[in-house]
Protein backbone atom coordinates (compact mmCIF):
# COMPACT_ATOMS: atom_id res chain seq x y z
CA UNK A 1 0.00 0.00 0.00
CA UNK A 2 1.04 3.00 -0.76
CA UNK A 3 -0.22 6.69 0.64
CA UNK A 4 0.05 10.11 -0.93
CA UNK A 5 -0.18 12.74 1.70
CA UNK A 6 -1.08 16.56 -0.03
CA UNK A 7 -2.84 19.63 0.87
CA UNK A 8 -0.06 21.28 3.75
CA UNK A 9 0.92 24.78 3.18
CA UNK A 10 1.52 27.94 5.28
CA UNK A 11 -1.48 29.66 6.83
CA UNK A 12 -2.58 32.10 9.45
CA UNK A 13 -3.57 31.65 13.04
CA UNK A 14 -7.07 31.23 12.73
CA UNK A 15 -7.25 29.52 9.34
CA UNK A 16 -8.08 26.83 7.61
CA UNK A 17 -6.13 23.67 5.81
CA UNK A 18 -7.64 20.44 4.27
CA UNK A 19 -4.51 17.33 4.11
CA UNK A 20 -5.72 14.71 1.83
CA UNK A 21 -3.84 11.19 2.12
CA UNK A 22 -4.69 8.81 -1.27
CA UNK A 23 -3.85 5.40 -1.05
CA UNK A 24 -2.73 2.62 -3.96
CA UNK A 25 -5.39 0.38 -2.97
CA UNK A 26 -8.83 0.17 -1.67
CA UNK A 27 -8.80 1.97 1.89
CA UNK A 28 -12.00 -0.39 2.03
CA UNK A 29 -9.13 -3.37 3.05
CA UNK A 30 -7.59 -0.79 5.74
CA UNK A 31 -8.49 -1.47 9.17
CA UNK A 32 -7.80 2.04 10.37
CA UNK A 33 -6.44 4.91 8.66
CA UNK A 34 -4.86 7.90 10.79
CA UNK A 35 -3.17 11.21 10.60
CA UNK A 36 -0.32 11.71 13.02
CA UNK A 37 1.65 14.69 13.20
CA UNK A 38 5.96 15.51 14.21
CA UNK A 39 7.29 19.03 15.48
CA UNK A 40 11.02 19.47 15.14
CA UNK A 41 12.66 17.50 18.30
CA UNK A 42 9.33 16.15 19.31
CA UNK A 43 7.80 12.80 19.42
CA UNK A 44 5.67 11.69 16.60
CA UNK A 45 1.64 12.39 17.61
CA UNK A 46 -1.54 10.70 16.59
CA UNK A 47 -3.68 13.60 15.49
CA UNK A 48 -6.70 11.42 14.43
CA UNK A 49 -7.84 7.86 13.24
CA UNK A 50 -10.74 6.35 11.33
CA UNK A 51 -11.92 2.96 11.16
CA UNK A 52 -12.78 1.00 8.26
CA UNK A 53 -16.49 1.61 9.80
CA UNK A 54 -16.26 5.54 9.83
CA UNK A 55 -16.15 5.77 13.44
CA UNK A 56 -13.56 8.91 14.16
CA UNK A 57 -11.16 9.31 17.07
CA UNK A 58 -9.32 12.79 18.20
CA UNK A 59 -6.13 13.43 20.43
CA UNK A 60 -7.74 15.83 22.99
CA UNK A 61 -5.71 18.91 21.75
CA UNK A 62 -7.48 18.79 17.87
CA UNK A 63 -11.23 18.23 19.24
CA UNK A 64 -13.43 20.10 18.12
CA UNK A 65 -10.91 22.17 15.68
CA UNK A 66 -10.03 18.84 13.26
CA UNK A 67 -12.42 16.50 11.25
CA UNK A 68 -11.21 13.14 10.08
CA UNK A 69 -12.85 11.46 6.79
CA UNK A 70 -12.90 9.40 4.13
CA UNK A 71 -14.63 8.42 0.97
CA UNK A 72 -14.27 4.80 -0.10
CA UNK A 73 -14.48 5.52 -3.46
CA UNK A 74 -11.44 7.81 -3.72
CA UNK A 75 -9.74 5.61 -1.78
CA UNK A 76 -9.19 8.87 0.36
CA UNK A 77 -8.74 10.13 3.80
CA UNK A 78 -9.04 13.68 4.45
CA UNK A 79 -8.23 15.55 7.84
CA UNK A 80 -9.84 19.08 7.73
CA UNK A 81 -8.19 21.27 10.06
CA UNK A 82 -10.10 24.61 11.56
CA UNK A 83 -9.06 27.40 13.65
CA UNK A 84 -5.45 26.38 13.17
CA UNK A 85 -2.82 27.57 15.99
CA UNK A 86 1.00 28.26 15.68
CA UNK A 87 1.18 24.81 17.78
CA UNK A 88 -0.46 23.09 15.19
CA UNK A 89 2.97 23.69 12.92
CA UNK A 90 4.53 20.40 12.18
CA UNK A 91 4.72 17.90 9.45
CA UNK A 92 1.38 15.69 9.09
CA UNK A 93 2.04 11.89 8.05
CA UNK A 94 -0.55 9.86 6.96
CA UNK A 95 -0.92 6.11 7.98
CA UNK A 96 -2.71 2.94 7.27
CA UNK A 97 -3.13 -0.26 9.31
CA UNK A 98 -4.08 -3.51 7.67
CA UNK A 99 -3.56 -6.17 10.25
CA UNK A 100 0.03 -6.28 11.65
CA UNK A 101 1.47 -4.01 8.85
CA UNK A 102 1.65 -0.32 9.16
CA UNK A 103 1.76 1.91 5.98
CA UNK A 104 3.00 5.65 6.15
CA UNK A 105 2.82 8.16 3.63
CA UNK A 106 5.90 10.86 2.90
CA UNK A 107 4.24 13.90 5.09
CA UNK A 108 2.95 17.09 4.19
CA UNK A 109 4.40 20.21 6.17
CA UNK A 110 2.21 22.34 7.64
CA UNK A 111 3.07 26.05 9.20
CA UNK A 112 0.82 28.69 11.08
CA UNK A 113 1.89 31.54 11.67
CA UNK A 114 1.11 34.00 14.62
Known amino acids: VQLQASGGGLVQAGGSLRLSCRSS????????MAWYRQAPGKQRDLVAL???????NYADFVKGRFTISRDNAKNTVYLQMNSLKPEDTAVYYC?????????WGQGTQVTVSS
Open 95 to 103: NGARGPYRY
Open 25 to 32: ESIRSINF
Open 50 to 56: ITSGGDP
